[in-house]
């Protein structure tokens, strides 16, 4: 299901009006129909980046939480910071000393 309210066109108008569509873009994505059902999104490939960026931060934010949970919460899975340092190294994620 979509959220919002999206300006809709049916896929066949992509051909016949490009220049209006894409114009529209700048404004809004734009939902496209096939036989009156959702087919897809057409959407300004910069506002798609941001979005794909806001979704990678909000992944890694999840990941975060969950971890800062797992050591408020289950103390034995803490690493001590010398054996996580020991394994970037190790990794050559991080430089020795």
Same mark, same amino acid.
């Given at each position: 299901?979509?959220?919002?309210v999206? @300006?809709?066109? @049916?896929?066949?108008?992509? =051909?016949?009006? /490009?220049?209006e569509?894409?114009?529209?873009?700048?404004?809004?994505p734009?939902?496209?129909?096939h +036989? #009156?059902?959702?087919?897809g999104?057409?959407?300004? @490939?910069n /506002?798609?980046?941001?979005?794909?960026?806001?979704?990678?931060?909000? =992944?890694?934010?999840?990941?975060?939480? /969950? =971890?800062?949970?797992?050591?408020? +919460?289950? @103390?034995?899975?803490?690493?001590p910071?010398?054996?996580?340092?020991?394994e970037l190294?190790?990794r #050559?994620?991080? =430089? #020795? +000393?």
């Amino acid at each position: 299901m979509l959220k919002g309210v999206l @300006p809709t066109l @049916p896929v066949s108008a992509l =051909r016949a009006k /490009q220049e209006e569509i894409t114009s529209m873009l700048s404004d809004s994505p734009v939902l496209l129909t096939h +036989n #009156g059902l959702s087919t897809g999104v057409l959407v300004e @490939p910069n /506002q798609w980046n941001d979005i794909i960026e806001l979704l990678e931060k909000l =992944r890694l934010d999840t990941v975060i939480n /969950q =971890r800062l949970w797992e050591m408020e +919460n289950i @103390p034995e899975t803490n690493i001590p910071a010398d054996e996580v340092e020991k394994e970037l190294i190790k990794r #050559g994620l991080l =430089r #020795g +000393n």
